[in-house]
């Protein structure tokens, strides 16, 4: 219950959301051209910038209210958590159907492999969302700019390095393509349970033996 | 005396600052009144006893439970009020009513309302907007709003006026009237311990130099003053001595008093000038 309550203190705090989440889902459907591809990675991308919002508009001060509220840290970095998740999925979403009513409109065909690669991408927002949360755990409040703004940047440029390295691996290239797509989900989504599941892991027990207040 | 709040051999390393081994207890139905110079260690061993920093070494329970037992009744059982504002600075009236309902069953709405009526303070207002006296109004609303069983007051009683601090005392003695609840009050402004504190604790430096029962720590010293000819001898016993043109003026342990005889004057100190003289030695 306490997690739920963690979830609503976040979307309190960024109400502004309501208004960038359907922009940039227009936006992403605006740039998406005939390739919904691009469009689900400009909607994924937004996400990280929206789930960051939890972190960056975090006040130091703060702490004396949001940290002496009576409940245990799991629940606190899970509602976290799910708040990241859960604006990345509204995104993917209200992009997927901004998307279904514009190909009604120019009659392409919303297939199954669209809709993969849509999941595919909703799926990548959450680990990338999930790897800077757990980095902003571990580094806690900002005092340097910089680095705020590498944390930033960091989803496009890990999306942009591996998707290089692997589309240049051969290996890699033919291990996909003699997959069926089935088989492609079930890795995908053995990988994603992996890596969130640390993630969530690693910050937990980051929370639990940092100071809040170091001031 | 059942004790409310046990802090025990609790050290703490933070950069050049050290807390060292500082171990007090507040019985319940009684306030300490926690003083030190800026920088001695009052924010940090509050830190601490509010679980927002972990201490190298030592416990603490309040109400005979550690964080560790049970982190969601050891927090609910603290009422914080903090030097500043700590509400998210966009959050209005309602936004922060909202979050005490989600968490705190024992939150009572109508109360909360009521206080913040009284105090004149604006619902449509953001936070960010509020004055430092408005703040400290809407922290003790919305911790007296609730059931708690310590009040842990950080400089709270800064930036209010006379009256709204006067009003704050009695209702601060109306909150342990029932001797099932204490007050753990840091300041630096020591008068406002006078009127209400039943132990005081001063640290200094990470240590702590007094931890007594206030009255017994009036009757143990005594502010001497006259010509510092006259002293011969017995300057050793004499703690913050501050000279001037017309003499000195000394703090003594009130034990001593007779050895100084009838040349000099003794006054009973305040706990301010305890602190001062203490400080100062």
Known sequence: MNTLNYIKIDFLKNKRQIILIPMFAIFA????????????????????????????????????????????????????????????VILEVLFLALYCIISDFS?????KEKIFLIVLSTMAGIVLISIEYTIFYILGKFKSQSL???IMMLPGMLLFFLSVFFLEDEKFLNFL?????????????????????????????????????ND | MEDMLVVKNVSKKLGDFYLNDVSLSLPKGYIMGYIGKNGAGKTTTINIINHLI??????????????KDNPVLYKEQIGYVGDESYFPPEFKIKDVKKVLKMFYKSFDEKKFDEIVEREGLSKDKKIKDFSRGMNVKLMFATVLSRE??????????????????????????????????????STHVVSDLEQIADFVVMIENGKLVINEQKEELLENYLIVKGNESELKGLEGNLLGKKSNDYGFEAMIKADCADEFGNKFIFEKPNIEQIAIHLLRA
């Open chain 2, 54 to 67: 972990n201490p190298d070494c030592g416990s603490v329970t309040i109400n005979g439970i550690s964080y």
């Open chain 2, 148 to 185: 708690t069983k310590i009040l842990i007051l950080d400089e709270a009683t800064n930036g209010l006026d006379p009256i709204a601090k006067d009003s704050l005392m009695t209702t601060l003695q109306e909150y342990i009237e029932d001797g099932e609840k204490s007050i753990f009050f």
């Open chain 1, 107 to 111: 009659n392409t065909v919303l297939d």
């Open chain 1, 29 to 88: 459907v605006l740039l998406s051209k005939n390739s919904n591809i691009s469009g689900a990675s400009y909607a994924m991308f937004a996400g990280t910038i929206v789930g960051i919002n939890a972190f960056t508009s975090e006040k130091i001060k703060e702490i004396g209210f949001i940290s002496m509220l009576p409940g245990k840290n799991i629940n606190k970095v899970a509602g976290r958590f799910l708040y990241g998740m859960i604006n990345m």
């Open chain 1, 177 to 213: 393509f003699t997959r069926s797509i089935e088989e492609i989900y079930l890795l995908v989504t053995v990988a994603f349970i992996i890596i969130v599941s640390l993630c969530f892991t690693i910050s937990v027990i980051v929370v639990n033996k940092k100071d809040e207040r």
């Open chain 1, 148 to 150: 705020f703004t590498f």
